[in-house]
C-alpha cells in the first residue's frame, strides 16, 4: 500500500536525524511517497513566514507527518512553528514513550512509562502581553474540554497498552482554579475506568520521585507545561534526549518528531543522536498499520545497541549519526 506523508526536516540537527529515519525506512522497502514541506528558519527565506498555509494544508491532506525540530527564536518574532503546528491542526495529545533500551547505560534500567501532555493550552495558549514596560503578563488558559479529553485519552491508551495506572501531575494546591479545574476533571473521569488505578501528585515532589523511583510509573497525564518539563527530565533518566520520541494526536491527523529541538550547539557535525527520530519513525509506522517494517526497525535498533554495541557519543560511543545509520540498515537483515 503506498502512503502520502508530509516531512518536514526542521532546524539544526532536524535535517540530519530525519534523513536518518527516512534512510532507514526506505531500506524496509516500504512503499511511501514523502512529501516535503519546509517549516521553520529555512520557510522564512523562501516564503515569508515559518509556517506557510500550504504546509498545514499538506499535513491535513495525508493525515501523517514526520517532522523534526524547528528552532523557537527567544524574545519577540516569529511565534513558535511548533505551538503553531499542534493548535493549527488540533493536535490535542502528545505522546512520548519513556524507555530503557538494554545495551544503553541510563540512570536507570527499568524505565517504561508514557507521558501523556495536554498539547494546545495552559501557558502556551500563547496570550502574552506588557503592562507598561516593566511588567509582563502570560495566560494560563485551562478548560473542562481540553482537560477532559486529554484525561480520557490517557485512559484510553492505559486500556490499549495492558497499563495499571495513570498519574495526574498538577500544582492544584496553589493554581485552584486552573489547575484544580484539570484535576477535577482527571478525577471525574478515572471513575470510568474502574479497573486503572488513579493517582494525582503535585509536579515538583512528582519530579523528585521521578528521579528516584521511575518504575513506580505507568501512564502520566499532565497539562502542557508540566507534561514538556516532564519530558526532558525523564529522557535524562534513560540516557538523554537522544532516546525520547514523540507524536502530536490529533482528530485522524498525526504528527510524529522527536522530544528534543534543534540543538544549534551539535548542528551540522553529524553527532546528533538520530534513535529519538527513529523512535518517532517508528511510532509513526505503527499508526499507520506497517507494524511488519516497524518491528524490523525496531529489532535492527535493539540489536545494534546490545550485540553489537554501536551508539552515537552522546551515549558514550564513537559513531556519528551517518555511521550508526548504516549499521541499523545493516542489522535489518540479520536481526
Ligand atoms: P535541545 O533539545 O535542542 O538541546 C538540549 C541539549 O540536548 C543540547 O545540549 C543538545 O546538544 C542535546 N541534544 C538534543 N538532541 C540531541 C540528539 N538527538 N543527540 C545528541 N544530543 C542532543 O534544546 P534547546 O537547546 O533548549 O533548544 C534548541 C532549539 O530547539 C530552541 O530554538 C527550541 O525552541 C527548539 N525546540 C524545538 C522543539 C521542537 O521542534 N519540537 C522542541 C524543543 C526545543
Ligand atoms: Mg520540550
Known amino acids: 500500500m503506498e502512503h502520502n506523508i508530509s516531512l518536514i526536516l526542521g532546524d539544526g540537527i532536524g535535517p540530519e536525524v530525519i534523513s536518518s529515519v527516512v534512510e532507514i525506512i526506505e531500506a524496509t522497502n516500504l512503499n511511501i ?27 491535513k491532506k495525508n493525515k501523517v507527518a514526520l517532522k523534526g525540530p524547528i528552532t523557537t527564536p527567544i ?42 501532555r495536554e498539547n494546545t493550552e495552559d501557558l502556551y495558549a500563547g496570550i502574552e502581553h506588557m503592562i507598561g514596560e516593566d511588567a509582563a503578563e502570560s495566560i ?28 495526574l501531575a498538577h500544582k492544584a494546591n496553589i493554581m485552584k482554579l486552573s489547575d484544580g479545574l484539570f484535576l477535577e476533571c482527571g478525577r471525574r473521569i478515572s471513575e470510568e475506568y474502574k479497573d486503572i488505578e488513579f493517582e494525582d501528585i503535585i509536579i515538583d515532589a512528582m519530579c523528585m520521585k521521578l528521579v528516584q523511583s521511575p518504575s513506580d510509573y505507568d501512564i502520566i497525564v499532565a497539562p502542557n507545561l508540566y507534561g514538556d518539563i516532564l519530558s526532558d527530565l525523564s529522557a535524562g533518566l534513560i540516557g538523554g534526549l537522544g532516546l525520547a520520541p514523540g507524536a502530536n494526536i490529533g482528530e ?52 545494534t545497541f546490545e550485540n553489537k554495541n554501536s551508539k552515537t557519543i552522546d551515549l558514550g560511543g564513537n559513531l556519528g549519526t551517518k555511521e550508526f545509520t548504516e549499521e541499523i540498515i545493516k542489522h535489518l537483515e540479520v536481526s
Open 252 to 303: 485522524g491527523i498525526a504528527v510524529f518528531e522527536p522530544v528534543h529541538g534543534s540543538a544549534p550547539d551539535i548542528a551540522g557535525k553529524n553527532i546528533a543522536n538520530p534513535t529519538s527520530a527513529i523512535l518517532s519513525g517508528i511510532m509513526m509506522l505503527k499508526h499507520i498499520g506497517e507494524f511488519e517494517a516497524a518491528i524490523r526497525i525496531e529489532k535492527a535498533l535493539a540489536f
Open 140 to 167: 494560563k488558559i485551562i478548560t473542562r474540554k481540553a482537560s477532559e479529553r486529554i484525561c480520557r485519552y490517557a485512559f484510553e491508551l492505559a486500556k490499549k497498552e495492558g497499563r495499571k495506572k495513570v498519574t
Open 33 to 59: 511517497n514523502w512529501e516535503i514541506v519546509k517549516a521553520g528558519e529555512s520557510s522564512i527565506k523562501t516564503h515569508g513566514t515559518p509556517l506557510p498555509d500550504y504546509v498545514l494544508n499538506g499535513i
Open 75 to 116: 524574545g519577540k518574532g516569529f511565534r513558535s512553528v511548533n505551538v503553531g503546528l499542534r493548535q493549527g491542526l488540533n493536535l490535542f495529545a502528545n505522546i512520548r514513550p519513556i524507555k530503557s533500551y538494554p545495551g544503553v547505560d541510563g540512570l536507570h534500567k527499568d524505565v517504561d512509562f508514557i507521558i501523556v
